[in-house]
């Protein structure tokens, strides 16, 4: 199933895996940067199609203004396959910020992305307020994140994140 409730916010987040391939590596053996960026995108795609399909709700159109990316630790060659679960942190009158944790076999984050997407008039191309509607979807995956959650201490992270993100591990 890829919603998971999130029981603290009555909400829920998407989970997709993804399977590594030999050209996701580099000379160093870890997993190449950029290829975090596709893992995000893949599973932003994958999200939208279950969203439409198993929900049978629309998602309202926008497009991606800005992404940050978070490597805390390297996906070695030992992993076989990433788990990217998605959630929103954020949603405003026109944008809405999407979170997504790429997670290693033991449910270790690998990579955390912040994507900021904006609403779209797809007539206008021009960017637009969302609907009342659009929200009630959006915030059927919000999960806020506080700041004070985001500490440089990874001991600090993985401790909190079992009450305020989503965890996947494989099993």
């Not at 053996?29 to 290829?35: D, T």
């Not at 070695?76 to 944008?95: C, D, H, I, L, W």
């Not at 009342?132 to 440089?152: H, K």
């Amino acid at each position: 199933m890829p919603f998971i409730d999130n029981d603290a916010t009555g909400t829920r987040w998407h989970t997709c895996h993804r399977e590594l391939r030999w050209s996701d590596f580099d000379q160093y053996q870890h997993v190449n940067n950029a290829k975090y960026l596709e893992f995000g995108q893949d599973a932003r795609m994958v999200f939208l199609k279950d969203v439409l399909m198993e929900m049978d709700i629309a998602v309202p159109p926008f497009f991606v203004r800005y992404t940050t990316i978070d490597y805390p630790r390297p996906l070695s060659p030992g992993e076989a396959e990433v788990a990217v679960s998605s959630f929103f942190t954020k949603v405003g009158r026109k944008s809405c910020t999407m979170r997504q944790q790429v997670r290693d076999s033991l449910g270790q984050v690998a990579c955390t992305i912040d994507t900021v997407m904006v609403g779209i008039d797809m007539m206008t191309g021009k960017s637009r307020e969302w609907t009342p509607s659009d929200i009630e979807n959006l915030n059927r995956f919000l999960i806020p994140v506080d700041d004070a959650d985001e500490l440089d201490e990874p001991e600090h992270e993985l401790g909190k994140i079992e009450n305020t993100r989503p965890i996947e591990s494989f099993s």
